[in-house]
């Protein structure tokens, strides 16, 4: 059952196009990302499925129902966790989490007795009466994340949601994405992290302003997009724009960034005994898989954290 | 799939007229701000309380015993504490509303982000103006009665038409919470914020607190006429003295157009803000 359909969505703001006619339908329990550079579309396109954004054309379905004409009703079905906390900083991690059930109308006593539940999972059980303006970032996150979850949602929204953590808190964080996943909540991630989107996604969808630029799953955008491995030579940054022309060839393809080039083969290894034998020495080498980065790269001749 | 029970009761309501905006539950941003008041910093609280006290004493029996009695309209002669203790009650209901609705809205709307939380859930826009309005009035509600517990034993309030002094006090709030909530939603600035606090304090020495409008010009008086303090004043101070006419409809209707354009644009404020 799709959960969410997107049909030639548009979005304007005055003449600049946010979001330029984009299809896309996300089924329940699927986790599904929007992965692109900042100002891709993925924020805009996030806040039309919340019923928080007007669109300016095309039609939007999120569990067959309109979210301009059912906004309140869509809103119960979503847990939503923005890019920027906006939690309660006057209040405790516990009374966040209550008065956030309230909003939706839950019971008093309903609320209550899930606090404990929703704490644990944020692994904040400890700071359940700290202010919210003492937790870390990463228990910020944690905790905007419990808050979704209050009004048990059958879709649970991500903005960037490990964007400006730490390595760790990231891990801790996907960790608990992951148990979400398995219980089969369907998730609706945005990132510009490529590490991110393969760790979470079944399914993906590639955005650069605000347009489509391929779909699929992570392994199978890979496959199709770029190589099995890629090996990354640098010559130093005055060189290595005098030694595309003679690598050309070595590979089944080149990209130039400024402080290296790619050479995108099946087998990094021998890439690199062919270049080593011609008696071409990089300053350094590196031997790795593909990642949605170099699909990235492929399809829009840019980085994306630029 | 399970229905959760956020999503029947958001379905309870879908066909209600305006479901879009109201969801019916402004009672639990009431609820929220009584949370955060249980922890938070109550100094500002107690001084809104102690300003009119403060005022009373220092006017009412330092300047009074120079000033002397007054007449008011309808010939009654009163000490000049009983006739400044009206013009303070609806002040205090003022202060106490404007101090909620304008600058504490304005911290949730652009620090706190408290509102984009908010209308993330099935809340609309009209719950979250109604609730902070009456978060607003409550405050000022508690201020008249705090206000009159005072001065009613002084002997300050000699009509029994005082008691009818505390809902109108709550108009008054009401009305000024209305109106303050609307302008901060459309303020972007410290700045413009204050323009709110340089326009309030001309409005309070002028609105006819500490003597009868009569010792201004006409024109002056016209001005003066048209501020909301002066209706909220008069309207209190004729309850407080028993001076019971036709005028009083004519303040009251004053506060309800107040509360339903208040009401309007904040509310198309938050929209245009939140719905983008």
Known sequence: ???????????????????????????????????????????????????????????????????????????????????????????????????YGRYFGLPKITVKNKLDELLEFAQLLDKKNSK??????????????????????????LDEPTTG???????????????????????????????????????????????????GSPTELIKKYSTKEVLEVRFGSDRNSQMVEQLQSFADRLEELPDRLLLYTESGEDLLAKIVAANIHPNTSLVRRSSLEDVFLRLTGRSLIE | MLISAAVSIAERQANRMG???????????????????????????????????LYLFSFGYGVGTLIGDIQVSNGQVVSYAMFIAPGLLATSAMNGAIYDSTWNVYFKLHEGKIYHGMLATSLGPLDVALGEILTALIRGFAYAVGFMAVATPMGLIPSWWGVLAIPAAVLIAFGFASIGMAITSYFKSYQQMGLINISLLPIFLFSGSFYPLSVFPDWAQIIIKTLPLWHAIELIRNLSLGIINFSLLG??????????????????????????
Not at chain 1, 14 to 28: E, H, L, P, W
Not at chain 1, 173 to 184: A, I
Not at chain 2, 43 to 48: E, I, K, L, N, R
Not at chain 2, 259 to 265: Q, S
């Open chain 1, 1 to 99: 059952m799709d959960l969410i359909v997107v049909k030639n969505l548009v979005k304007q703001f005055g003449d600049f196009t946010a979001v330029n006619g984009i299809n896309f339908s996300v089924k329940q329990g699927e986790s599904f990302g929007l992965l692109g550079p900042n100002g891709a579309g993925k924020s805009s396109t996030m806040r039309i499925i919340g019923a928080t954004s007007q669109r300016t054309s095309g039609e939007v379905l999120i569990l067959g129902k309109d979210p301009e004409q059912a906004g309140p009703q869509i809103r119960a079905h979503l847990g939503v966790v923005p890019q920027q906390d906006n939690l309660d900083e006057e209040l405790t991690c516990a009374e966040n989490l209550y008065i």
């Open chain 1, 132 to 157: 919210v303006k003492s937790l870390s970032g990463g228990m910020k996150r944690r905790l905007t994340i419990a808050r979704a979850l209050v009004s048990d949602p059958d879709i649970l929204m």
């Open chain 1, 165 to 215: 953590l730490d390595p760790q808190a990231r891990h801790i964080l996907w960790d608990r994405l992951f148990r979400l996943k398995e219980k089969g909540v369907t998730l609706l991630i945005t990132t510009h992290h490529m590490d991110e989107a393969e760790q979470l996604c079944d399914r993906l969808m590639v955005m650069d302003k605000g347009e489509i630029m391929a779909e």
């Open chain 2, 19 to 53: 479901a879009k905006h109201y969801a019916g539950r402004s009672h639990v941003i009431l609820e929220r701000s009584l949370v955060a008041l249980k922890s938070s910093n109550w100094f500002p609280v107690v001084s809104g309380f102690l300003e009119p006290l």
């Open chain 2, 251 to 276: 303040h009251i209707a004053y506060f309800l157009v107040m509360i339903v354009v208040g009401l309007f644009f904040t509310t198309r404020r938050l929209n245009a803000l939140f719905m983008r």
